[in-house]
């Protein structure tokens, strides 16, 4: 467990020699030895061990620009280790008149890409080192980039009081599986959600249980990439995580979400907790066999997302439920996508190519979290056409409302300043293009 920082502690200065003091901390925190750090330091300054040593020993840098250089190279070498908390250092480090230096995001996107809302939130919570485009944030990210197809996943699989789907519940039967699910949150939020459905006129008609997230467990040595999930009852996702994003005027709800959202992205070790309720989706790009994204407009009227002017999303979204989506000690991922394919664009599962995720993430907006990744589909665009033409015209009030079709080369950076996007669109493009184009070697999913 990394040790917390005492705030009356001084920072660490950009001195060399005062570094070196800090190295037995700094050593633990990142587990190497020292000389091994300072070679990867050396290595990505492009000097020497030895010329480094010599040009920063016992000084610190003087300009702006030598600064910017030396904190470069610290950012390098401390992005390159798996603990969130280790990358920290880089944004506590003063110069020697105890001025802080201009914020260093350890990632270039999220100073280029993240929106200005999510860019202040994360430095109030002190966390430059997190990826972050538009409106979402990767808790996990594999290194290098590549796609993984399984997650291990932890859960109180005993459980069952808890998990069962409610139709067309009476107040008090609310109130009670309400209850129950609240108290697996801090009494504050209990407390919102219990005076919530107690007040409530809309009771609802079907309560299914879904999965939330609790927690994610990176991997480390023999540690495996781990989700730590709980029976979450619909009613709370869509009273408390897809409220707050339209309800503008329930101050309590919104200080929770403010606060909860700093809590979760403070720098931590290699276990982050999730306090408050996050509903777990698996949310893919959806891609042809003639490398075209499919981006699909949503229908405002079915989803809280568009309804806020987010409307473009460049393939599904789909929930997690607890009873059909949880085997054992797994998620059935390629079932998730398989059954949104089916249920919402009419593909059958044997058009599907491939599959992979690429990362989990948080939406900022909701608080919701997703595994994002992209489902090839043995289609190209032009045979793809007809069954998007038919889901527009499913039902009147079809869950889209248009769409077209963009060449996955470029599709970020033409969508990088568009205002009308779902939270985590703008990553999955980014991802997928990276894996699918520009490192078309990375590993993916078996067909």
Known sequence: MTRQRDQSEPPYEVSWRAWMKNAREIRRDLGIRLDELIDQVAGSS???????????????????SERSSFIGCLAEAFASKSSRSSATYVSQIKDPTGS????????????????????????????????????????????????????????????????????????SELIACVEQHANQYPGEIAQYLKERVSTTIDLGRYHECKVGLRAVALPVKEQRLTVVVNPLTWWIVNQFNRRMVVEKNDTVLLDLRDRYLKMTLAPSDNLL??????????????????GNFLMLRKNPSKSVMADTGR???CGIEENLLWEKMVRTKNVDIRGVIASGLYDELGIPKEQIAKWGLFAIALEQPGLNS?????????????????????????GPNPDFLGYRFQEIAGAFQATSKRKDLHPTTLMRLFLTEQVLVRFPRAKRSPT
């Open 311 to 313: 409307e473009w999303t």
């Open 46 to 64: 492009g000097d020497g061990r030895a010329s480094f040593k010599k040009k920063w020993y016992g000084r610190a840098p003087t300009s702006e």
């Open 370 to 394: 997703a595994l994002l990744g992209f489902v090839q589909i043995k289609l190209k665009a032009k045979d793809m056409e007809p069954y998007v033409k038919k889901a527009l015209k499913k």
């Open 100 to 171: 802080p230096i201009a914020v260093q995001w350890l990632h270039s996107e999220t100073s280029k890409f993240a929106s200005d809302e999510l860019r202040r939130i994360l430095h109030g919570a002190g966390n430059h080192s997190a990826f972050a485009i538009g409106e979402c944030i990767a808790f996990f990210l594999p290194h290098p980039l590549s796609s993984f197809v399984s997650v291990e996943v932890a859960a109180d699989w005993k459980a069952k009081k808890i998990t069962k789907t409610w139709d067309k519940p009476t107040r």
């Open 273 to 290: 907790h999730l306090e408050h309720p996050s509903g777990l989706y698996v949310e893919v790009t959806l891609v042809t066999a003639d």
